[in-house]
């Protein structure tokens, strides 16, 4: 009848509704490639690739979806890669996945990471703050990032040389902690030095609005990761919610008279395994000189 063939078709979409965001969407990334034209940015960086991974929440996040993108990315071969905060889902377990994924992670210029909020947590957010810094769990995390030679920053600098030349990455500790010091960052950094910063939050854009940057690279948000028609997205843990994901511009100096741009990555992992119309992504950004 018609009754129950229309009842068989909402059936139907009830279950794509339900298995579609939980187990197919959340595997199903893109790569995305951007331009970065670079005021001051000398000869010898000119077409430097950076890859960007951010929010693989290893431990929740399917291993086998993360291997793959992983391998994916080192394949294409950048000059660094850079991992934006929430490597881990602070839980039993993830460590041990981490430190499967971590020796795939390969670049020309090694790998810079910082610290997301929950590489800090355990269990709950009652624990951000400057203590969850000594906890089991996220000291265990810095011993094996050590163990594998990434150049791990929090509120410090890491400067990739070729030849007379440097490119400064600036990394930025975890906002929610309370550890974040712009001013230890940036200290010493060369007047008109081309300066990417590594900050996992995107409220850090109006932190960050004085000092001497030319890109800023964030997670955190996921996107949205589930945004509904009409509604938006429904869950952003921040404060600026314009900053949900892709570029913003910020007019004006970073030293030289460049305008800066933050770009949003909308990340590949999640604590809670759902997306809906926000695909995972890692980015590759190449640096031109203008």
Not at 113 to 136: K, L, Q, T
Not at 187 to 200: F, K
Request: with cysteine; charged share 20%.
């Amino acid at each position: 009848s018609i009754f129950a063939a229309a009842i068989k078709r909402i059936g139907y979409y009830a279950l794509s509704a339900m298995i579609w965001p939980r187990y197919v969407a959340t595997k199903r990334w893109k790569m995305t490639q951007y331009d970065v034209p670079i005021k001051g940015l000398s000869g010898e960086f000119n077409g430097y690739r950076i890859a960007q991974l951010t929010d693989l929440h290893t431990g929740s996040t399917d291993q086998h979806y993360l291997r793959r993108v992983i391998e994916n990315v080192s394949a294409q071969k950048p000059d660094l890669i850079v991992i934006t905060g929430d490597m881990i889902e602070y839980r039993a377990g993830s460590l041990e996945r981490l430190a499967e994924l971590l020796p795939l992670i390969k670049a020309a210029d090694g790998v810079a990471a910082i610290f997301g909020n929950h590489d800090y947590y355990e269990y709950s957010w009652r624990h951000v703050g400057p203590r969850s810094a000594h906890r089991d769990i996220h000291k265990r995390l810095r011993s094996l990032l050590a163990k594998q030679r990434i150049h791990l920053l929090c509120n410090s600098r890491h400067v990739i040389r070729h030849g007379d030349a440097g490119l400064h990455i600036v990394g930025m500790d975890e906002l929610w902690t309370g550890n974040a010091d712009a001013q230890a960052a940036f200290d010493g950094l060369p007047e008109g030095a081309a300066c990417i910063c590594l900050q996992h939050n995107p409220d850090g854009f109006e932190i960050l609005r004085t000092y001497p940057w030319h890109l800023m690279l964030c997670g955190h948000t996921h996107g949205g990761q589930v945004r509904l028609p009409l509604v938006g997205s429904l869950f952003v843990p921040m404060k600026n919610r314009q900053y949900i994901r892709g570029w913003y511009d910020l007019p004006g100096g970073a030293g030289n008279g460049a305008a800066r741009r933050m770009f949003v990555s909308c990340g590949l992992g999640q604590s809670v395994p759902i997306r809906m119309r926000v695909a995972p992504e890692t980015s590759i950004f190449t640096l031109r000189a203008v």
